[in-house]
Every structure is written in structure tokens, then in C-alpha cells.
């Protein structure tokens, strides 16, 4: 019996796990698919996909309102908008979508390390990343941080089994949804050009294959500068100004920002778990000369992709949600680090307790509003709420001074904040003392102390949440006959 009990479970970690891991996160997330848009979600993603979609989808700039697109490349927009005319413009069709890209995404970094390592390392992989509540937080959100972290692990699978052609079609979708991408292909060029010259010396060759490889390597970076001559002809710019605006290129805010990053990337939500275990595996193998070669090439090229786009990142405006693109390529390099140089057991029990590490401090300890956390959903709860109380009050021809988001949630319908799709609010300003005032905890107004104390409006609605989340509606009183 208990020979039949292995067999099964064997069967089970080798054949089926991912699509295990796959149900849990369509199981954990289906309830989210209705909740409306949030945060950037909300007023830059939706707005700039919905406008395409109903202006016909495109990758060339120009098609669409780029106060929504922000100058970044359109590929993503163009496959989400897609989706929306083929199976409706809605909110459950748009987060449908997300959690397809999350689950292809999934199994496109199990395949991978399958193919290129084993199936074991997969599965250590696929199921660390399913542990991090921000890979989770973000499954369902139309934002194209996972479909990123997809494709980039994807890419670099390809390069590393010389796939050129399946690489070429990759890249161009890759490097085409966002400018990040062009630290992996920046890495990879060098990793063409010195690393392996470095390591592999004498066997390195500067031969047809060599310089046919390199002409494969360079070519998502035409993609990218055709995309950006296409930009400036039609909208005057290379990048967004807004965004150029956003950089601060002094030393001192680059080291701060950095800091900040390399936090986000080993230590936050537990990570600093698996920093110990694989540092002190990476000090032991170094010191018994276990790593070959090959190991030694494959771990530094890790290492500079994840430090390269760390340092990409500190010149540039920066959010929690961008490092999902490092998380699986980490927990690859640290994964074979651990299993490498510890004896079977230990290894795979000290992986069992970074990975369970992370899941207790996703379902114990990650909440609030961010869109990283795990509580998220009861802010956007909160918000439709007062949305919906608004409808309620008829308040429609009043003059209401709201946060940024909350504005776009009582504006645009197709955000899936009002009951009402036919009837939206339009009077909005900054008005020393309009009809309404609507404060909430996300979005800090530094006038709420003021009006709370002001005789002449009345608290006529107060929403709180677990997750520290409330909102405050504040109505104008009638004047007394």
C-alpha cells in the first residue's frame, strides 16, 4: 500500500503539479474577476485598453489616448483590447484575461526550468513563486507586470537553448509592451559579447555562428527604435515627458532608490529567508569547487540580469509590482544554489522553509491597500461602496472635491464602480467649499481636519475596512429658513 501511495505521489510531483498549482490560483481568485478596476489598474491600464478597444486595436502609436499609454510600447494594450472585442468590454472579461496571462505565465516558467533543468527545480520554482502574495495580489489585475515576468523568462529559455527564431517572435512581443525589457536584452548582448569570452576563453570563437547570434540578440533593440521613430512622428516625443520628469538622476536618491529595490527584491514578504539559505549555499560550494563551467556562466548571468534591473530601476520612477519579473529568475538561481550544494534532504527541507516562510507571511502578515497586499479587495469594496452611496444621495448636479482615483471611479463607468451605468458624475473641482467632500485613506487630504470640524457640513457616511482602509463623506447642510 504504501509502495502505491509513492507511486501516485510520484506520479502526482511529476506529471500534474503545475496544473495543481494552476487550480489553486484560479480557486483563490475567482472571486476576484468582478471586483472593478483599482489603482493604476483603474485610471491608466483600463482607460488606455478600453479606449483601444473601442477605437480598434493597435501597436502603433497614436491610435489611442497616450495620457493613458504614457509612451509605452502598445503590445500588451493591443492583445487586451483584443481580448475585450472578441469577449466583451467588461470588467469579468478584462480580469479573465489577467488571470489567463497569470496562469500561462506559471506554466511558461515551469516548462522552461523543466526543459532546461528538471522537472524537481520546476516544481520548487513554479510553487515559490505561487507562495508570494504579489504574484498572487496581481493575477487577476489588468497591468502587465506577470505577462512581463512570462515572457522574459520565456526569452531567456530561448536564448539559452539558441531557439533564435522562436527567440526573435518572443522578444518582439516582450520588448514592444515595455522599455524595461531592455535590461534582459542589454544583459544578454553582454553576455554574447564579454562573459562568455570571459569564461569559455579558448572555446570562444568569433566565427558565422557567432556574429549570427549576436545579429539575433540585437534585433529586439530595432524593434524598439523603430517603435520609438514611429513615436516621435506621431506624438512629437521619444519617451513620455511625464515620466522623463519622474527621474532623479543625483547619486545620493540612486543609492536611496536602490536600496529600496535590492529591500523589496530579498528581503520584504520573507524573502530574506531564502537571501541566508542561498548565500551560505553559494559560500559552500564555492569553497568545495562543486559549480562546473556551465553553472558558474548560468549563475552569473542571473546575477547581472537581477542587479542590472535593479539599477535600471533606481533611475527611474519605481512601484513593488515591477519586481515580479526578478522573483522567478531569484528563485531559480537560489533554488539551484541550495539543491546543488546541500545533500538531497537538507536542501530540499531548507526550500521548504523559505517557501513556507513566504506563504505565512502572505496569508498572516501582508495587508493594507497596495495593490501587493492580500487585503486589497476590501479597499476597492470600501470604494464602491461609496460610489454606490453616492448614486443612492442622487447627487449627481452637486459639486463634489474627491481624491484622484475616487474622481475616475464616479466618472467612468466602465471602471465597474456604479450601479448606474447610464448616469455618471461630472462636477468635480477644488473649490474651497463645494457640496460634497469624499476623503479616503489611500489618497490623504490634509483638509479633512479641517471640514470635520466645520459646522456647516455633516459626516453622512463613514465605510472602514480590516485592512485599515475607510472613507469619509462630508455633505454641504442646508441653509436653516
Not at 106 to 127: G, M, P, T, W, Y
Not at 355 to 374: A, K
Request: hydrophobic share 50%; glycine share 4%; with cysteine.
Amino acid at each position: 500500500m504504501n509502495q502505491k501511495i509513492a507511486v501516485v505521489l510520484n506520479k502526482l510531483w511529476n506529471n500534474y503539479f503545475i496544473f495543481l498549482l494552476i487550480l489553486v490560483l484560479i480557486l483563490i481568485k475567482v472571486s476576484w474577476l468582478n471586483l472593478p478596476f483599482y489603482w493604476d489598474e483603474a485610471w491608466s491600464y483600463a482607460m488606455a485598453i478600453f479606449d483601444m478597444a473601442n477605437n480598434g486595436p493597435s501597436i502603433i502609436p497614436g491610435n489611442t489616448d497616450d495620457c493613458f499609454t504614457r509612451g509605452h510600447p502598445l503590445f500588451f494594450y493591443f492583445i487586451a483590447s483584443s481580448w475585450l472585442v472578441l469577449f466583451g468590454k467588461t470588467v469579468l472579461s478584462a480580469h479573465l484575461f489577467a488571470l489567463l496571462v497569470s496562469c500561462s505565465s506559471l506554466f511558461i516558467i515551469h516548462f522552461c526550468c523543466r526543459k532546461f533543468v528538471s522537472i524537481k527545480v520546476a516544481n520548487i520554482v513554479a510553487l515559490s513563486l505561487m507562495a508570494q502574495i504579489m504574484f498572487i495580489a496581481q493575477s487577476t489585475l489588468l497591468l502587465p507586470e506577470v505577462f512581463l515576468m512570462g515572457l522574459s523568462f520565456l526569452v531567456f529559455y530561448l536564448y539559452l537553448q539558441k531557439k533564435w527564431w522562436y527567440f526573435i517572435g518572443v522578444s518582439f512581443c516582450l520588448i514592444l509592451s515595455k522599455e524595461t525589457a531592455l535590461v534582459l536584452f542589454a544583459v544578454l548582448f553582454f553576455d554574447k559579447i564579454i562573459l562568455q569570452k570571459l569564461i569559455y576563453r579558448s572555446e570562444y570563437k568569433y566565427n558565422i555562428v557567432f556574429f549570427k547570434e549576436i545579429f539575433f540578440v540585437v534585433t529586439p533593440f530595432l524593434f524598439f527604435g523603430i517603435f520609438l521613430l514611429i513615436q516621435k512622428r506621431n506624438l512629437g516625443y521619444f519617451f513620455f515627458p511625464s515620466h522623463i520628469e519622474l527621474m532623479n538622476l543625483t547619486f545620493a536618491e540612486f543609492v536611496k532608490k536602490t536600496a529600496y529595490i535590492s529591500e523589496w527584491v530579498f528581503l520584504r514578504h520573507s524573502r530574506w529567508i531564502w537571501l541566508c539559505v542561498a548565500a551560505v549555499a553559494i559560500m559552500f560550494g564555492i569553497r568545495k569547487k562543486i559549480f562546473s563551467v556551465k553553472e558558474i556562466h548560468l549563475f552569473i548571468l542571473l546575477g547581472v540580469f537581477i542587479w542590472g534591473y535593479i539599477l535600471f530601476s533606481g533611475l527611474n520612477f519605481f512601484i513593488p509590482r515591477y519586481i515580479l519579473t526578478l522573483l522567478p529568475f531569484s528563485f531559480l538561481l537560489f533554488t539551484l544554489f541550495i539543491i546543488k550544494c546541500f545533500p538531497k534532504y537538507i536542501g530540499i527541507l531548507l526550500l521548504l522553509v523559505a517557501i513556507l516562510g513566504n506563504i505565512f507571511r502572505g496569508i498572516w502578515l501582508s495587508d493594507g491597500e497596495m495593490d501587493t497586499s492580500r487585503t486589497f479587495n476590501q479597499t476597492i469594496l470600501a470604494h464602491k461602496e461609496a460610489v454606490n452611496f453616492c448614486e443612492s444621495q442622487q447627487w449627481h448636479d452637486k459639486t463634489i472635491n474627491t481624491g484622484f482615483l475616487m474622481h475616475y471611479y464616479l466618472e467612468f463607468p466602465q471602471l465597474g464602480y456604479l450601479n448606474n451605468k447610464e448616469k455618471s458624475f461630472s462636477k468635480f473641482n477644488n473649490e474651497a467649499f463645494p457640496d460634497v467632500f469624499i476623503f479616503y485613506s489611500i489618497e490623504q487630504n490634509s483638509k479633512i481636519d479641517e471640514i470635520r470640524n466645520n459646522t456647516n457640513y455633516e459626516l453622512v457616511k463613514q465605510i472602514t475596512k480590516p485592512n485599515g482602509c475607510w472613507v469619509e463623506i462630508f455633505e454641504k447642510k442646508l441653509p436653516e429658513d
